[in-house]
């Protein structure tokens, strides 16, 4: 099993800053792929970020790539995945999930949920004008 549990969403007016954290924990194999989702009511749960453990390879999804508003890091002595994000939008507002998944996942740069066996709880991330 593994344990995922996400912090550090919130309120910002847009244009802010804001940094996600999620703790990993459990039965964790040495190379995985994690990765950033988020999910706004109504919508459905689109992928955001992933991150290759293996060699740190990062990849985006459509609605944030090329932006550079959005990164994705790791810290492997924490066990920890962050996600920064920049010039935040109200658009940007959602739930935000982080996710396990196997090595495969990252190999096809996939952000498919359904690619990803693990999911925490989910951060709320609101972003006012």
């Known amino acids: 099993q593994v344990q995922l549990v996400e912090s550090g969403g919130g309120s910002v007016q847009a244009g802010g800053s804001l940094r996600l954290s999620c703790a990993v924990s459990g039965y964790i194999y040495s190379t995985y792929c994690m990765g950033w989702f988020r999910q706004a009511p109504g919508k459905e749960r689109e992928g955001v970020a992933g991150l290759y453990t293996r060699n740190g390879f990062t990849y985006y999804g459509d609605s944030v790539k090329g932006q550079g508003r959005f990164t994705i890091s790791r810290d492997d002595a924490k066990n920890t995945l962050y996600l920064q994000m920049n010039s935040l939008k109200p658009e940007d507002s959602a739930m935000y999930y982080c996710?396990?998944?196997?090595?495969?996942?990252?190999?096809?740069?996939?952000?498919?949920?359904?690619?990803?066996?693990?999911w925490g709880q989910g951060t709320q991330v609101t972003v006012y004008s």
């Open positions: 996710a396990y998944g196997y090595p495969s996942a990252c190999v096809r740069q996939s952000l498919y949920p359904s690619d990803f066996g693990y």
